[in-house]
Protein backbone atom coordinates (compact mmCIF):
# COMPACT_ATOMS: atom_id res chain seq x y z
CA UNK A 1 0.00 0.00 0.00
CA UNK A 2 1.23 3.49 -1.08
CA UNK A 3 2.04 5.93 1.27
CA UNK A 4 0.93 9.71 0.26
CA UNK A 5 2.39 13.24 0.79
CA UNK A 6 0.10 16.13 1.89
CA UNK A 7 -0.92 17.59 -1.42
CA UNK A 8 -1.25 13.67 -3.26
CA UNK A 9 -3.37 12.77 -0.05
CA UNK A 10 -5.24 15.67 -0.14
CA UNK A 11 -6.25 15.44 -4.00
CA UNK A 12 -7.17 11.43 -3.29
CA UNK A 13 -8.95 12.06 -0.69
CA UNK A 14 -11.08 15.15 -1.60
CA UNK A 15 -11.49 13.32 -5.30
CA UNK A 16 -12.99 10.01 -3.87
CA UNK A 17 -14.99 12.17 -1.21
CA UNK A 18 -16.37 14.21 -3.97
CA UNK A 19 -17.16 11.35 -6.22
CA UNK A 20 -18.80 10.03 -3.03
CA UNK A 21 -20.84 12.94 -3.01
CA UNK A 22 -21.59 13.23 -6.11
CA UNK A 23 -23.26 10.28 -5.94
CA UNK A 24 -24.86 11.18 -3.05
CA UNK A 25 -26.36 13.87 -4.30
CA UNK A 26 -27.82 11.58 -7.65
CA UNK A 27 -29.29 9.08 -6.03
CA UNK A 28 -31.87 11.16 -4.54
CA UNK A 29 -33.58 11.60 -7.69
CA UNK A 30 -34.53 8.61 -8.47
CA UNK A 31 -35.35 7.87 -4.60
CA UNK A 32 -37.45 11.31 -4.00
CA UNK A 33 -39.58 9.73 -6.96
CA UNK A 34 -40.10 6.82 -5.61
CA UNK A 35 -40.93 7.81 -2.25
CA UNK A 36 -42.53 11.50 -2.56
CA UNK A 37 -42.41 13.93 -0.25
CA UNK A 38 -43.27 11.90 2.95
CA UNK A 39 -41.21 9.53 2.21
CA UNK A 40 -38.42 11.95 1.60
CA UNK A 41 -38.99 13.48 5.02
CA UNK A 42 -38.85 9.85 6.76
CA UNK A 43 -35.85 9.06 5.55
CA UNK A 44 -34.94 12.86 6.58
CA UNK A 45 -35.72 12.07 10.60
CA UNK A 46 -33.74 8.63 10.82
CA UNK A 47 -30.61 9.81 8.94
CA UNK A 48 -30.90 12.80 11.47
CA UNK A 49 -30.78 10.49 14.67
CA UNK A 50 -28.79 8.04 12.91
CA UNK A 51 -25.73 10.73 12.98
CA UNK A 52 -26.09 11.74 16.25
CA UNK A 53 -25.97 8.14 17.70
CA UNK A 54 -23.19 7.29 15.01
CA UNK A 55 -21.28 10.20 16.34
CA UNK A 56 -21.62 8.88 20.08
CA UNK A 57 -20.91 5.36 18.93
CA UNK A 58 -17.58 6.16 16.96
CA UNK A 59 -16.58 8.77 19.94
CA UNK A 60 -14.12 10.41 18.14
CA UNK A 61 -12.05 7.30 18.03
CA UNK A 62 -11.36 6.79 14.49
CA UNK A 63 -9.71 10.62 14.41
CA UNK A 64 -7.69 10.01 17.69
CA UNK A 65 -6.35 6.37 16.86
CA UNK A 66 -5.16 7.94 13.64
CA UNK A 67 -3.59 10.97 15.39
CA UNK A 68 -2.00 8.13 18.05
CA UNK A 69 -0.86 5.85 15.11
CA UNK A 70 1.02 8.90 13.21
CA UNK A 71 2.61 10.16 16.61
CA UNK A 72 4.10 7.15 17.43
CA UNK A 73 5.33 6.24 13.86
CA UNK A 74 6.64 9.34 13.80
CA UNK A 75 9.01 8.82 17.16
CA UNK A 76 9.91 5.04 16.02
CA UNK A 77 7.59 3.75 18.81
CA UNK A 78 6.16 0.90 16.49
CA UNK A 79 4.45 -1.98 19.17
CA UNK A 80 2.79 1.33 20.51
CA UNK A 81 1.02 1.91 17.78
CA UNK A 82 -0.08 -1.45 17.14
CA UNK A 83 -0.86 -1.37 20.92
CA UNK A 84 -3.06 1.44 20.33
CA UNK A 85 -5.02 0.10 17.29
CA UNK A 86 -6.18 -2.86 18.92
CA UNK A 87 -7.19 -1.32 22.57
CA UNK A 88 -9.23 1.30 20.15
CA UNK A 89 -10.60 -1.16 18.18
CA UNK A 90 -11.88 -3.16 20.89
CA UNK A 91 -12.86 -0.34 23.02
CA UNK A 92 -14.96 1.27 20.00
CA UNK A 93 -16.66 -2.53 19.26
CA UNK A 94 -17.54 -2.34 23.15
CA UNK A 95 -19.45 1.11 22.40
CA UNK A 96 -21.22 0.65 19.20
CA UNK A 97 -22.73 -2.69 21.12
CA UNK A 98 -24.31 -0.27 23.40
CA UNK A 99 -25.31 2.45 21.28
CA UNK A 100 -27.28 0.31 18.80
CA UNK A 101 -29.07 -1.72 21.48
CA UNK A 102 -30.16 2.06 23.43
CA UNK A 103 -31.29 3.16 19.53
CA UNK A 104 -33.54 0.29 19.20
CA UNK A 105 -35.04 -0.07 22.52
CA UNK A 106 -35.54 3.55 22.48
CA UNK A 107 -36.86 4.10 19.05
CA UNK A 108 -39.96 5.13 20.29
CA UNK A 109 -39.42 7.72 22.65
CA UNK A 110 -37.08 9.60 20.02
CA UNK A 111 -39.39 9.61 17.63
CA UNK A 112 -41.75 11.16 20.05
CA UNK A 113 -39.39 13.73 20.53
CA UNK A 114 -39.22 14.52 17.09
CA UNK A 115 -42.74 14.32 16.27
CA UNK A 116 -44.76 15.57 18.85
CA UNK A 117 -48.09 16.93 18.28
CA UNK A 118 -47.36 17.50 14.08
CA UNK A 119 -50.75 15.81 12.63
CA UNK A 120 -51.18 15.17 9.34
CA UNK A 121 -47.91 13.93 8.03
CA UNK A 122 -46.08 10.34 9.58
CA UNK A 123 -46.26 9.13 12.66
CA UNK A 124 -44.50 8.59 15.96
CA UNK A 125 -44.90 4.21 14.83
CA UNK A 126 -43.24 5.23 11.51
CA UNK A 127 -40.40 7.25 12.87
CA UNK A 128 -39.35 4.28 15.51
CA UNK A 129 -39.44 1.88 12.57
CA UNK A 130 -37.32 3.54 10.35
CA UNK A 131 -34.86 4.49 13.01
CA UNK A 132 -34.76 0.74 14.21
CA UNK A 133 -34.23 0.11 10.59
CA UNK A 134 -30.81 2.26 10.38
CA UNK A 135 -29.44 1.41 14.19
CA UNK A 136 -28.33 -1.72 12.56
CA UNK A 137 -25.26 0.29 10.60
CA UNK A 138 -23.86 1.26 14.54
CA UNK A 139 -23.01 -2.26 14.31
CA UNK A 140 -20.25 -1.69 11.42
CA UNK A 141 -19.40 1.67 11.19
CA UNK A 142 -17.65 2.99 13.76
CA UNK A 143 -15.32 -0.37 13.31
CA UNK A 144 -14.85 0.40 9.72
CA UNK A 145 -13.42 4.02 10.75
CA UNK A 146 -11.17 2.52 12.96
CA UNK A 147 -9.58 0.41 10.57
CA UNK A 148 -9.22 3.66 8.11
CA UNK A 149 -8.03 5.65 11.00
CA UNK A 150 -5.39 3.62 11.22
CA UNK A 151 -4.20 3.48 7.63
CA UNK A 152 -4.75 7.46 7.66
CA UNK A 153 -2.20 7.10 10.48
CA UNK A 154 0.74 6.02 8.22
CA UNK A 155 -0.58 8.42 5.40
CA UNK A 156 -2.16 5.38 3.10
CA UNK A 157 -5.11 7.50 1.83
CA UNK A 158 -5.41 5.61 -1.44
CA UNK A 159 -7.41 2.28 0.82
CA UNK A 160 -9.52 4.44 2.71
CA UNK A 161 -10.63 6.78 -0.06
CA UNK A 162 -11.36 3.70 -2.56
CA UNK A 163 -13.47 1.82 0.57
CA UNK A 164 -16.05 4.98 0.62
CA UNK A 165 -16.47 4.90 -2.81
CA UNK A 166 -17.47 1.12 -2.36
CA UNK A 167 -19.68 1.75 0.72
CA UNK A 168 -21.17 4.42 -0.93
CA UNK A 169 -21.97 2.47 -4.42
CA UNK A 170 -23.64 -0.66 -2.03
CA UNK A 171 -25.59 1.62 -0.20
CA UNK A 172 -26.99 3.70 -3.11
CA UNK A 173 -27.65 0.36 -4.41
CA UNK A 174 -29.46 -1.14 -1.72
CA UNK A 175 -31.58 2.46 -0.89
CA UNK A 176 -32.53 2.49 -5.03
CA UNK A 177 -33.18 -1.60 -5.24
CA UNK A 178 -34.49 -2.29 -2.03
CA UNK A 179 -37.17 0.43 -2.07
CA UNK A 180 -37.85 -0.19 -5.98
CA UNK A 181 -38.99 -3.70 -5.45
CA UNK A 182 -40.61 -2.79 -2.41
CA UNK A 183 -42.84 -0.47 -3.84
CA UNK A 184 -43.62 -2.04 -7.50
CA UNK A 185 -43.17 -5.82 -6.94
CA UNK A 186 -44.05 -6.45 -3.08
CA UNK A 187 -46.59 -3.55 -2.93
CA UNK A 188 -45.60 -2.42 0.43
CA UNK A 189 -45.59 0.64 2.51
CA UNK A 190 -43.50 3.86 2.11
CA UNK A 191 -42.73 3.48 5.57
CA UNK A 192 -41.57 -0.85 5.05
CA UNK A 193 -39.76 0.91 1.78
CA UNK A 194 -37.99 3.76 3.89
CA UNK A 195 -36.80 1.23 6.28
CA UNK A 196 -34.55 -1.10 3.68
CA UNK A 197 -33.71 2.05 2.38
CA UNK A 198 -32.03 3.22 5.65
CA UNK A 199 -30.85 -0.47 6.24
CA UNK A 200 -28.41 0.12 3.46
CA UNK A 201 -26.11 2.18 5.33
CA UNK A 202 -25.23 -1.43 7.26
CA UNK A 203 -25.14 -2.80 3.46
CA UNK A 204 -22.63 -0.70 2.30
CA UNK A 205 -20.78 -0.32 5.44
CA UNK A 206 -20.13 -4.02 5.75
CA UNK A 207 -18.77 -4.56 2.62
CA UNK A 208 -16.54 -1.69 2.57
CA UNK A 209 -15.33 -3.24 5.66
CA UNK A 210 -14.68 -6.43 4.20
CA UNK A 211 -12.75 -4.80 2.05
CA UNK A 212 -10.51 -2.74 4.53
CA UNK A 213 -9.74 -6.27 6.40
CA UNK A 214 -8.84 -7.81 3.33
CA UNK A 215 -6.40 -5.09 2.80
CA UNK A 216 -4.94 -5.01 6.01
CA UNK A 217 -4.74 -8.72 6.40
CA UNK A 218 -2.74 -8.75 2.91
CA UNK A 219 -0.40 -6.23 3.93
CA UNK A 220 0.15 -7.00 7.45
CA UNK A 221 3.79 -7.32 7.33
CA UNK A 222 4.15 -3.04 6.03
CA UNK A 223 1.10 -2.57 8.53
CA UNK A 224 3.08 -4.04 11.15
CA UNK A 225 0.25 -6.16 12.44
CA UNK A 226 1.37 -9.38 13.32
CA UNK A 227 5.70 -8.97 13.52
CA UNK A 228 7.66 -9.37 16.61
CA UNK A 229 8.07 -5.96 17.42
CA UNK A 230 10.56 -4.63 20.38
CA UNK A 231 8.49 -3.84 23.35
CA UNK A 232 8.22 -0.08 24.18
CA UNK A 233 7.93 1.25 27.34
CA UNK A 234 4.50 2.93 26.87
CA UNK A 235 2.25 0.97 28.97
CA UNK A 236 -1.67 -0.14 27.43
CA UNK A 237 -3.25 2.49 30.33
CA UNK A 238 -0.79 5.14 28.70
CA UNK A 239 -1.79 4.36 25.24
CA UNK A 240 -5.62 4.46 26.36
CA UNK A 241 -5.48 7.61 28.34
CA UNK A 242 -4.24 9.31 25.36
CA UNK A 243 -6.59 7.88 23.08
CA UNK A 244 -9.53 8.72 25.32
CA UNK A 245 -7.35 12.35 25.89
CA UNK A 246 -7.57 12.85 21.87
CA UNK A 247 -10.69 11.40 21.53
CA UNK A 248 -12.84 13.82 23.80
CA UNK A 249 -12.48 16.73 21.73
CA UNK A 250 -13.74 15.07 18.79
CA UNK A 251 -16.69 13.66 21.03
CA UNK A 252 -17.73 17.03 22.15
CA UNK A 253 -17.86 18.59 18.86
CA UNK A 254 -18.97 15.66 16.49
CA UNK A 255 -21.76 15.47 19.53
CA UNK A 256 -22.53 19.29 19.55
CA UNK A 257 -22.82 19.46 16.12
CA UNK A 258 -25.27 16.58 15.24
CA UNK A 259 -27.24 17.72 18.39
CA UNK A 260 -27.83 21.57 17.63
CA UNK A 261 -28.53 19.99 13.57
CA UNK A 262 -31.18 17.60 15.62
CA UNK A 263 -32.32 20.92 17.22
CA UNK A 264 -32.74 22.95 14.25
CA UNK A 265 -35.14 20.21 12.85
CA UNK A 266 -36.72 20.45 16.03
CA UNK A 267 -37.10 24.10 16.22
CA UNK A 268 -37.98 24.49 12.65
CA UNK A 269 -40.54 21.58 12.61
CA UNK A 270 -42.27 23.13 16.11
CA UNK A 271 -41.65 26.78 15.23
CA UNK A 272 -43.58 26.41 11.88
CA UNK A 273 -46.02 24.92 13.15
CA UNK A 274 -46.60 27.31 15.91
CA UNK A 275 -46.90 30.20 13.53
CA UNK A 276 -49.69 28.43 11.55
CA UNK A 277 -48.28 26.68 8.90
CA UNK A 278 -49.75 23.34 7.64
CA UNK A 279 -47.79 19.93 8.34
CA UNK A 280 -46.97 19.55 5.03
CA UNK A 281 -45.09 22.83 4.33
CA UNK A 282 -43.79 22.44 8.21
CA UNK A 283 -42.11 19.15 7.14
CA UNK A 284 -41.01 19.95 3.55
CA UNK A 285 -39.36 22.51 4.95
CA UNK A 286 -37.82 21.17 7.82
CA UNK A 287 -36.45 18.46 5.53
CA UNK A 288 -35.15 20.77 2.95
CA UNK A 289 -33.16 22.26 5.36
CA UNK A 290 -31.45 19.34 7.70
CA UNK A 291 -31.24 17.03 4.69
CA UNK A 292 -32.21 17.73 1.16
CA UNK A 293 -30.46 20.95 0.86
CA UNK A 294 -27.55 19.79 2.54
CA UNK A 295 -27.95 17.03 0.08
CA UNK A 296 -27.27 18.56 -2.93
CA UNK A 297 -24.57 21.04 -0.78
CA UNK A 298 -22.26 17.88 -0.18
CA UNK A 299 -20.21 18.27 -3.31
CA UNK A 300 -18.71 21.83 -1.74
CA UNK A 301 -18.53 20.10 2.10
CA UNK A 302 -16.37 17.50 0.37
CA UNK A 303 -13.39 19.89 -0.40
CA UNK A 304 -12.93 20.20 3.26
CA UNK A 305 -13.80 16.57 4.41
CA UNK A 306 -11.00 15.35 2.15
CA UNK A 307 -8.55 18.18 3.17
CA UNK A 308 -9.11 17.05 7.16
CA UNK A 309 -8.21 13.30 6.24
CA UNK A 310 -4.45 14.38 4.58
CA UNK A 311 -4.54 17.70 6.75
CA UNK A 312 -4.41 15.81 10.67
CA UNK A 313 -1.97 13.61 10.01
CA UNK A 314 0.47 16.12 8.67
CA UNK A 315 -0.34 18.55 11.16
CA UNK A 316 0.43 16.36 13.94
CA UNK A 317 3.36 14.76 12.36
CA UNK A 318 4.81 18.55 12.09
CA UNK A 319 3.33 19.60 15.78
CA UNK A 320 5.31 16.42 16.97
CA UNK A 321 8.54 17.16 15.54
CA UNK A 322 8.06 20.86 16.27
CA UNK A 323 8.09 22.56 12.86
CA UNK A 324 5.69 25.23 13.56
CA UNK A 325 6.67 26.75 10.20
CA UNK A 326 5.28 23.54 8.22
CA UNK A 327 2.00 23.72 10.50
CA UNK A 328 1.39 27.08 9.45
CA UNK A 329 2.16 26.59 6.17
CA UNK A 330 -0.07 23.75 5.65
CA UNK A 331 -3.03 25.30 7.48
CA UNK A 332 -2.59 28.44 5.55
CA UNK A 333 -2.64 26.39 2.28
CA UNK A 334 -5.68 24.58 3.63
CA UNK A 335 -7.88 27.52 3.96
CA UNK A 336 -6.47 28.70 0.74
CA UNK A 337 -7.58 25.67 -1.24
CA UNK A 338 -10.65 26.12 0.58
CA UNK A 339 -11.42 29.72 -0.35
CA UNK A 340 -10.21 29.12 -4.14
CA UNK A 341 -12.41 26.38 -4.73
CA UNK A 342 -15.82 26.90 -2.44
CA UNK A 343 -16.20 30.21 -3.01
CA UNK A 344 -17.24 29.75 -6.90
CA UNK A 345 -18.74 26.84 -6.39
CA UNK A 346 -21.28 28.76 -3.85
CA UNK A 347 -22.11 31.60 -5.31
CA UNK A 348 -22.75 29.86 -8.51
CA UNK A 349 -25.52 27.25 -6.81
CA UNK A 350 -27.12 30.22 -5.07
CA UNK A 351 -27.51 31.99 -8.60
CA UNK A 352 -28.65 28.29 -10.26
CA UNK A 353 -30.35 27.23 -7.25
CA UNK A 354 -34.01 26.73 -9.21
CA UNK A 355 -32.94 24.51 -11.65
CA UNK A 356 -30.62 22.49 -9.57
CA UNK A 357 -33.55 22.01 -7.08
CA UNK A 358 -35.65 21.03 -10.08
CA UNK A 359 -33.12 18.53 -10.83
CA UNK A 360 -32.97 17.33 -7.92
CA UNK A 361 -36.44 16.91 -6.72
CA UNK A 362 -38.61 18.74 -9.40
CA UNK A 363 -39.35 22.22 -10.27
CA UNK A 364 -40.80 23.71 -6.40
CA UNK A 365 -40.37 27.63 -5.18
CA UNK A 366 -39.80 27.24 -1.81
CA UNK A 367 -37.43 24.56 -2.16
CA UNK A 368 -34.85 26.34 -4.61
CA UNK A 369 -35.58 29.32 -2.56
CA UNK A 370 -34.54 27.31 0.77
CA UNK A 371 -31.34 25.61 -1.19
CA UNK A 372 -30.24 28.93 -3.07
CA UNK A 373 -30.03 30.39 0.76
CA UNK A 374 -28.49 27.16 2.46
CA UNK A 375 -25.78 26.66 0.25
CA UNK A 376 -24.10 29.81 2.18
CA UNK A 377 -23.56 27.05 4.98
CA UNK A 378 -21.22 25.15 3.37
CA UNK A 379 -18.70 27.83 3.39
CA UNK A 380 -18.60 28.37 6.73
CA UNK A 381 -18.71 24.57 7.54
CA UNK A 382 -15.82 24.18 5.29
CA UNK A 383 -13.40 26.77 7.13
CA UNK A 384 -14.98 25.57 10.79
CA UNK A 385 -14.03 21.68 9.75
CA UNK A 386 -10.47 23.00 8.87
CA UNK A 387 -9.39 25.53 12.05
CA UNK A 388 -11.24 22.84 14.05
CA UNK A 389 -9.06 19.91 12.92
CA UNK A 390 -5.84 21.99 12.86
CA UNK A 391 -6.66 22.70 17.08
CA UNK A 392 -7.40 19.28 17.63
CA UNK A 393 -4.21 18.44 15.76
CA UNK A 394 -2.47 20.70 18.16
CA UNK A 395 -3.79 19.37 21.25
CA UNK A 396 -5.63 23.16 21.65
CA UNK A 397 -8.18 21.09 23.37
CA UNK A 398 -9.56 23.90 25.47
CA UNK A 399 -9.43 25.88 22.26
CA UNK A 400 -11.32 23.47 20.47
CA UNK A 401 -14.35 23.40 23.30
CA UNK A 402 -14.69 26.82 23.73
CA UNK A 403 -14.61 27.86 20.04
CA UNK A 404 -16.85 25.29 18.62
CA UNK A 405 -19.14 24.92 22.11
CA UNK A 406 -19.68 29.07 21.78
CA UNK A 407 -20.55 28.76 18.19
CA UNK A 408 -22.91 26.01 18.44
CA UNK A 409 -24.91 27.20 22.21
CA UNK A 410 -25.19 30.85 19.81
CA UNK A 411 -26.84 29.13 17.50
CA UNK A 412 -29.30 27.66 19.22
CA UNK A 413 -29.85 30.52 21.64
CA UNK A 414 -30.68 32.26 18.43
CA UNK A 415 -32.84 29.79 16.36
CA UNK A 416 -36.17 30.48 17.69
CA UNK A 417 -35.90 34.43 18.12
CA UNK A 418 -34.33 35.10 14.94
CA UNK A 419 -37.19 32.56 13.26
CA UNK A 420 -39.56 35.10 14.73
CA UNK A 421 -38.04 38.04 13.93
CA UNK A 422 -37.63 37.38 10.14
CA UNK A 423 -41.44 36.62 10.81
CA UNK A 424 -42.17 39.90 12.16
CA UNK A 425 -40.52 41.84 9.41
CA UNK A 426 -42.62 39.93 6.84
CA UNK A 427 -39.69 37.42 5.90
CA UNK A 428 -39.65 33.74 5.80
CA UNK A 429 -39.16 32.76 9.44
CA UNK A 430 -36.90 29.65 8.76
CA UNK A 431 -34.47 31.84 7.55
CA UNK A 432 -33.30 32.48 10.59
CA UNK A 433 -32.11 29.29 11.59
CA UNK A 434 -30.08 29.50 8.42
CA UNK A 435 -28.55 33.01 9.54
CA UNK A 436 -28.36 31.63 13.40
CA UNK A 437 -26.22 28.83 11.98
CA UNK A 438 -24.15 30.95 10.07
CA UNK A 439 -23.32 32.99 12.98
CA UNK A 440 -22.77 30.12 14.91
CA UNK A 441 -20.26 28.77 12.54
CA UNK A 442 -18.58 32.19 12.31
CA UNK A 443 -17.76 33.14 16.05
CA UNK A 444 -15.96 29.35 16.09
CA UNK A 445 -13.99 30.20 12.87
CA UNK A 446 -13.06 33.71 14.17
CA UNK A 447 -12.08 32.00 17.70
CA UNK A 448 -10.37 29.24 16.61
CA UNK A 449 -7.95 31.39 13.92
CA UNK A 450 -7.61 34.08 17.28
CA UNK A 451 -6.34 30.76 19.59
CA UNK A 452 -4.27 29.13 16.77
CA UNK A 453 -2.72 33.15 16.23
CA UNK A 454 -1.86 33.47 19.31
CA UNK A 455 -0.77 30.44 20.93
CA UNK A 456 1.65 29.60 18.13
CA UNK A 457 2.52 32.76 16.20
CA UNK A 458 0.40 31.44 12.79
CA UNK A 459 -0.24 34.24 10.64
CA UNK A 460 -3.06 34.18 7.78
CA UNK A 461 -1.68 37.30 5.30
CA UNK A 462 -1.36 35.02 2.73
CA UNK A 463 -4.95 33.93 2.93
CA UNK A 464 -6.54 37.32 3.47
CA UNK A 465 -4.05 38.23 0.18
CA UNK A 466 -5.78 35.82 -1.77
CA UNK A 467 -9.47 36.32 -0.54
CA UNK A 468 -8.77 39.80 -1.82
CA UNK A 469 -7.02 38.53 -5.61
CA UNK A 470 -10.00 36.17 -5.72
CA UNK A 471 -12.80 39.05 -5.85
CA UNK A 472 -11.88 40.22 -9.30
CA UNK A 473 -12.18 36.12 -11.32
CA UNK A 474 -15.25 35.91 -8.73
CA UNK A 475 -16.98 39.10 -10.11
CA UNK A 476 -16.09 38.34 -13.76
CA UNK A 477 -17.37 34.83 -12.88
CA UNK A 478 -21.27 36.32 -11.95
CA UNK A 479 -21.45 38.50 -14.33
CA UNK A 480 -21.01 35.45 -17.18
CA UNK A 481 -23.74 33.51 -15.09
CA UNK A 482 -25.70 36.49 -14.88
CA UNK A 483 -26.08 37.15 -18.21
CA UNK A 484 -26.26 33.49 -19.45
CA UNK A 485 -28.85 33.12 -16.70
CA UNK A 486 -31.61 35.94 -18.18
CA UNK A 487 -29.84 34.59 -21.89
CA UNK A 488 -30.89 30.82 -22.02
CA UNK A 489 -34.06 29.73 -22.30
CA UNK A 490 -35.20 26.91 -19.79
CA UNK A 491 -38.69 24.92 -18.52
CA UNK A 492 -38.17 24.66 -14.97
CA UNK A 493 -40.57 21.16 -15.34
CA UNK A 494 -37.93 19.57 -17.52
CA UNK A 495 -35.00 17.93 -16.19
CA UNK A 496 -33.35 17.85 -19.09
CA UNK A 497 -33.51 21.56 -19.98
CA UNK A 498 -32.43 22.02 -16.39
CA UNK A 499 -29.46 19.77 -17.04
CA UNK A 500 -28.18 21.65 -20.14
CA UNK A 501 -29.18 25.24 -18.56
CA UNK A 502 -27.25 24.39 -15.58
CA UNK A 503 -24.15 22.36 -17.84
CA UNK A 504 -23.61 25.32 -19.93
CA UNK A 505 -23.89 28.23 -17.66
CA UNK A 506 -21.49 26.23 -14.86
CA UNK A 507 -18.83 25.20 -17.51
CA UNK A 508 -18.49 28.90 -18.81
CA UNK A 509 -18.45 30.57 -15.66
CA UNK A 510 -16.18 28.13 -14.35
CA UNK A 511 -13.96 28.74 -17.45
CA UNK A 512 -14.13 32.34 -17.26
CA UNK A 513 -13.21 31.84 -13.19
CA UNK A 514 -10.13 29.31 -13.66
CA UNK A 515 -8.83 31.45 -16.76
CA UNK A 516 -8.69 34.42 -14.73
CA UNK A 517 -6.94 32.61 -11.70
CA UNK A 518 -4.58 31.16 -13.91
CA UNK A 519 -3.53 34.37 -15.48
CA UNK A 520 -3.46 36.22 -12.11
CA UNK A 521 -1.04 32.89 -11.16
CA UNK A 522 -3.25 32.06 -8.50
CA UNK A 523 -3.64 28.55 -9.31
CA UNK A 524 -0.31 28.49 -9.26
CA UNK A 525 0.39 29.76 -6.15
CA UNK A 526 -2.60 27.93 -4.62
CA UNK A 527 -1.63 24.28 -5.72
CA UNK A 528 2.20 24.54 -6.25
CA UNK A 529 4.06 24.43 -9.49
CA UNK A 530 5.26 20.77 -9.22
CA UNK A 531 1.11 20.13 -9.52
CA UNK A 532 0.44 22.48 -12.21
CA UNK A 533 3.04 21.22 -14.48
CA UNK A 534 1.28 17.84 -13.46
CA UNK A 535 -2.26 18.48 -15.03
CA UNK A 536 -0.54 20.72 -17.97
CA UNK A 537 1.51 17.75 -19.02
CA UNK A 538 -1.93 15.53 -18.99
CA UNK A 539 -4.12 18.06 -20.74
CA UNK A 540 -1.30 18.07 -23.68
CA UNK A 541 -0.67 14.49 -23.43
CA UNK A 542 2.52 15.19 -22.80
CA UNK A 543 4.33 12.79 -19.98
CA UNK A 544 4.27 9.56 -18.65
CA UNK A 545 0.92 8.16 -17.90
Known sequence: MKKSSFVEGTIIATLSIVFVKILGMLYVIPFYALVGVQGAALYAYAYNIYVIFLDISSAGLPIAISKVINEFNTLGKMDAKVRAYRLGKNLICFISVLVFILLFLF?????????????????????????????FAILVIPYLSTAKGYLQ??????????????????????????????????????????????FGAFAGGMTATIYVLFKMRKNKNALQLEQDLPKDNISNQTILKKIVTYAVPFIVIDIAVSIYNFMDMVFILRTLDHLGYDAA????????????????????????AGMSVSLIPNIVEAYTLRKWDVVNFKLNKALQIILIVCLPMVFGLCLLSKPVWSIFYGYNELGAFVFAVFIFISLFFNLYTVTSSTLQSLNKFKGVYFSSLLGFILNGILDIPLMYFFHFIGLEPWIGAIVATAIGYSTSIYFALLILKKANHLSYKSVIKLLKQLTFPLGMMLIVVFILR????????????????????????????????FKMGLIRKVFGQEFCDKITKKLTRKGKY
Open 107 to 135: AGQIASIIIGDLQGGNTIEDVAFVIRSVS
Open 153 to 198: GHNIIGVSSFSQVLEQVVRIGFILGGSFLALNFFHLSIRSAVGIAV
Open 281 to 304: TTEFVTTSITTWASKISMIVNSIA
Open 486 to 517: GVLPIHYTSKISCILNVSIIAISGAFVYLFIC
